[in-house]
Every structure is written in C-alpha cells, then in structure tokens.
C-alpha cells in the first residue's frame, strides 16, 4: 500500500512541474522504507489501538462525524502515532500542516499559525497541524501554540512518547484530549508481518515469522524494518529464520515464538523470588537471543519500584544507574552493569506497598474526588495570592522541633484515607515506626512543642 498523494495537474508549465513532481514523488513511493509503504490510509486499515479507531470507538465517531479537536496521542515509538495524525487528516476536510519539534522554533510555529488564519479566510478551511515529537518543544514554544488552539484555529495534533503530564505544559494538555496508544499485541504484529509479506509478494517461515513478531516487542515499525533486511537478505527466496538473524546481526538464537516474552516474565519472576542465579540465567539468556538490553534495563528500573520499593531505597538507584550505564557504554560492557542490578534487587528485601498505596491514591482520584488545593497549601509567591487568601494558616515545618507539625495536606474529601501502610521488611519498619510517632504527636511533643509563632 502506497501513501495517498494529491490530486495531480496538468497544463502549461505548471502542468510540466505537477508532472515532474509526480514522477518524483512515484520513485520516492517505490523506495520508501517498507514501513512507510505499508502505512494505512484509512482507519480501518489500521493494525491495533481498537479502543480508539473501531466503530463506535471514542476517537472514531469524532474522526467519522469530522469533529477531532486538539489532541495528544502518547504511546510507545511503532504504535502508529504519526499514522493515526495522516489517517485522520485523510478523513477530514481539513489541511493538514505537519511540523517536526526537532527542527522547528517559535517563529515556525507562528508562521503555520498565519497560514492557517490567512487558509480559513481566503478558503474557509480549517487547518490540523501535526507536531511529530511534541515533547521537546519548550514551554515558549508550546505557550506559541495556545491562542491558536483556544480559539480553534487549528486543530493542534501533538505526538509523543513521553508522559504528556510532565513534557506538555498544564495549559496546552488542558486544552487538548489525551489518547493513549497501546503497543501492538503479537497477533496484531502477525498481521502486520503478514499485510507486508503479502505487499511484497513473498513468503516467510512460520518460524521466523514468530521471531520477527517476537523481537519487535510491540513495535510495528520494529517488525517492518527487521522485514525488510530479512527480505533482501533471502533474495527472492522464502525467508528463513536464518534470513531473521541475519536482520538482526546475528544477536539471536533459536528459540520459540513466545520466547522474548517468557524469558522477561521468568528474569522478573525470579528477582522478584529474590533467586540472582535465576535472575542471572535469564538475563544471559536474553542478551545471547539479541535481546535489546534497554528493554531489559527499564523493566529492571520498573521491578525496583515496584517489587522491592522503600524496603531498599537504594534499589531504584541501582537499577536506575544500570538503564544509565546501558545507555552510555553500551553492550557488550553494560551486561555487567545488568547483572550487577539483577544481583542487587534479588538479594533485596521485597516490598509492593507503594505499588498498592499509588492504587489506593488512584481510586480517589478516579472516583471523581478532585477536591480544590486547601488555601493553606496554594501557592502564595505571586502578586495578589496573598489577598486571595492563598497560603493562610500554613506551618512552615521547618519552624517547629524535629522539622515536622501536625498538619492536613489533603483536601476534606480525601483527609482521613490511608493509602501507605508500610511493610514489614528491610528498611520499612523503620519507616512505620517514624510514620506512627508523628501520626500519634509523640515526634512533636518530644520537641517541646510548636514556636510561639510559625510562618
């Protein structure tokens, strides 16, 4: 499948140039990347995100009824971000004007901006603007954006990988739907494999069809590009698992389908039943399959968290600086780094209470308790806060014995709830025993009790 291109003209010497420009734009088609020649063009086309583009879904119905407003798709690289933003400017009736955070400034922003005010003037047509890799505009550059947004001159698209709560500024994301793309299911790469394997009207052992699906980890991009190679490696020929290893220099060995997955569930498993020699076995074994070590290393930075938590504050660390070393050295040197956190988080004590006290936190915040900030909490440290009564009757800590006071830090609705009961290993007794003594006012009274006066 091609990318749809526009109408084409004819006539004179701008005839001549369209003509040109189509020849071109042909020979760029037939030498595209394999992901970009598979590249859908219509939403039912499209391989996975089913809660968004299925009938009746939410994105759908505003896609089908051509009343998308600004929105941020976040998700994994290979999800079909930037496909989703093509698809949908297809379906509508409106121009679609694509700019990259990478290379664009403010004065880019402005310009697409004129461009979409002098478009709806002149023609009365509405403008998407697309911005691939939206985090890494700065906060100016997205504040450009605003005016433009709010008033619905156009229709901002932004595309990111990253959180959007912590790369797009408050005012932007609030004014823009957030959807949420999923890494493609194995089935769904299948199919994937299967739609471009078809395209280039070849074939391709079951064998290595599962290892393709099996090292993109959920990545469709992944998944055509190792395809690719694979392809021009067999030469016309079926492709083989050898032509897959091949694709992926070699950093594989035989396995099943379903092994990429296995392996890092038993890696996780195993440090989490605090066994290193399990944990160590699995790590060899992923990074002799060609495992990418990143993947590897943000699960790591995922368990420590998760599975041993404030039992071992240093565990985070640990596995943090492992991701870091992964990053900055590389294999085959940073497998050391791995193992050396594997070792660590196994022989840590093991702790999910912060995993279950953010759970408790959650359901308030998803149950619809979204309580203002209590006066005494809001910020104070701008013209005007403090006639709004912002920050009154708050105790700065710091003024009182042992740096703590007895104070609420909630709103109403919530105050009361307990979320963090801490465990029974490793460094959290300890944690319990501090948390109890403020709970109680023991902590305070010890000190001799408050100042005559706080701040």
């Known amino acids: 499948m091609s990318p749809a291109r526009g109408p084409r003209r004819s006539g004179g010497a701008a005839g001549a140039s369209d003509l040109f420009s189509s020849a071109a734009e042909d ?85 697409a901006v004129e461009s979409a005010r002098r478009r709806l003037g002149e023609h009365g047509q509405g403008t998407i603007l697309f911005i691939d890799e939206v985090h890494r505009f700065n906060r100016s550059q997205q504040d450009a954006l605003l005016p433009a947004v709010e008033d619905g001159l ?68 992944a ?13 016309g020929d079926e492709v083989t698992l050898a032509h897959v290893e091949g694709a992926r220099a070699g950093r594989m060995v035989h396995q099943g389908d379903d092994a990429h997955y296995d392996q890092i569930s038993a890696l996780i498993k195993a440090v989490r039943g605090s066994d290193p020699d399990g944990g160590l076995y699995w790590l060899a074994r992923m990074l002799a399959g060609g495992e990418d070590p990143r993947f590897v290393a943000r699960r790591l930075v995922i368990l420590a968290s998760e599975d041993v938590g404030l039992a071992d504050p240093m565990a985070l660390v640990v596995a943090d600086a492992a991701a870091r070393a992964v990053e900055f050295v590389g294999l085959p040197e940073a497998q050391l780094a791995l193992a050396e956190a594997v070792v660590f988080l196994a022989a840590a004590p093991k702790s999910n209470s912060v995993t279950v006290a953010l759970g408790r936190a959650r359901q308030d915040v998803e149950r619809g308790v979204h309580a203002e900030v209590p006066a005494h909490l809001r910020d104070r440290h701008y013209p005007g806060a403090e006639r709004l009564g912002h920050g009154e009757g708050y105790r700065y800590p710091h003024d009182y014995p042992g740096g703590w006071v007895d104070q609420e830090y909630r709103p109403p609705e919530v105050a009361g709830h307990r979320y963090y009961e801490p465990g029974a290993h490793g460094a959290e007794p300890g944690l319990a025993e501090r948390l109890e003594r403020r709970r109680s006012g023991a902590e305070e009274d010890e000190g001799g009790g408050p100042p005559a006066a706080g701040s």
């Open 27 to 111: 020979r760029l088609a037939s030498r595209a990347p394999l992901a970009t020649r598979m590249r859908p063009r219509h939403l039912d086309e499209m391989v996975g995100q089913r809660h968004l583009v299925a009938t009746g879904a939410p994105l759908r119905a505003l896609v089908d009824h051509d009343r998308l407003t600004s929105a941020i798709f976040w998700g994994p690289p290979g999800t079909g971000k930037t496909t989703l933003a093509l698809v949908v400017a297809a379906s509508t009736a409106k121009a679609f004007l694509p700019l990259s955070a990478v290379s664009a400034g403010v004065a880019d922003v402005r310009a």
């Open 223 to 235: 998944a055509l590009g190792t395809l690719e190679i694979a392809l021009a490696l067999a030469g």
């Open 154 to 221: 156009v229709v901002l698209i932004g595309a990111t990988t990253e959180n959007p709560y912590f790369s797009v500024t408050g005012p932007l994301l609030s004014r823009s739907t957030l959807w949420r793309l999923e890494p493609l299911s194995p089935e769904e790469l299948g199919e994937v494999v299967d739609r471009a394997v078809a395209a280039e009207q070849a074939t391709i052992a079951a064998e290595a069809r599962g290892r393709v699906v099996a090292v993109a980890d959920g990545d469709a991009r």
